[in-house]
């Protein structure tokens, strides 16, 4: 641990800027400017440089890149779908969730429509959330109230809930397509521009 902290200091913009001008000192001895005091010199020389000297800059946080966030992300639908797969809904709430699971395996499928989402935090952290949070809540919470509306008859039937809820979730991930296709949008017009721009 000392001698890591001891070579860092080695290789430090102070040690660096400090021995730059501690040179310097010499070379004033040498020619006889420094005369007698020439340690003295030498070493407030020394000192001035490394006071002087820019801090060091600490590293970055390495927080892994949007891609690599997209890919932990698909991993975990992997994992939802097939919790999905053993939930029995009732007809209605089952086709919502097709359309909203559809939607999302085309938004996280590898290739360039996931290159243009990675460059979109919000719309990965709103997929994180809705693979990781929203959609295995409102199911949950959907399973758990079915069962004690079977002990209460007559009270609200916990389906609308969860239809409105994936209906709610398809709409956000719509917006989000819908965002993705103006990129490529513009981009296709910047690129017509640049093209006449460039014909004269």
């Not at 001008?21 to 030498?42: D, I, M, R």
């Not at 797969?85 to 938004?107: F, K, N, V």
């Not at 693979?131 to 809540?137: H, K, W």
């Not at 949008?185 to 017509?192: D, G, K, L, P, V």
């Amino acid at each position: 641990m000392a001698t890591s902290k001891f070579l860092g200091y080695l290789e430090s913009r102070k040690n660096l800027t400090g021995s730059a001008l501690g040179v310097a000192g010499l070379a004033l001895t040498f020619t006889g400017v420094a005369g007698a005091y020439w340690p003295v010199v030498v070493a407030g020389l020394y000192g001035a440089g490394a006071l002087l000297a820019p801090p060091e800059r600490p590293p970055l946080p390495d927080f892994p890149d949007p891609s690599a966030q997209l890919d932990e992300v698909r991993a975990d639908f992997g994992r939802l779908r097939d919790y999905l797969a053993d939930i029995e809904l009732p007809p209605a709430a089952s086709g919502r969730l097709t359309e909203l699971t559809d939607l999302l395996t085309a938004l996280l499928d590898p290739g360039w429509v996931a290159e243009i989402l990675a460059r979109d935090p919000e719309g990965v952290h709103a997929l994180s959330r809705a693979v990781r949070q929203d959609v295995p809540e409102a199911v949950d919470t959907f399973v758990r109230t079915r069962w004690w509306t079977r002990l209460t008859p007559g009270t609200e039937p916990p389906e609308r809930h969860l239809e409105r809820q994936l209906t709610l979730l398809h709409e956000e991930f719509e917006r989000l397509a819908a965002t993705l296709r103006d990129i490529e949008a513009r981009r296709q017009e910047s690129h017509t521009r640049y093209l006449e721009d460039r014909s004269g």
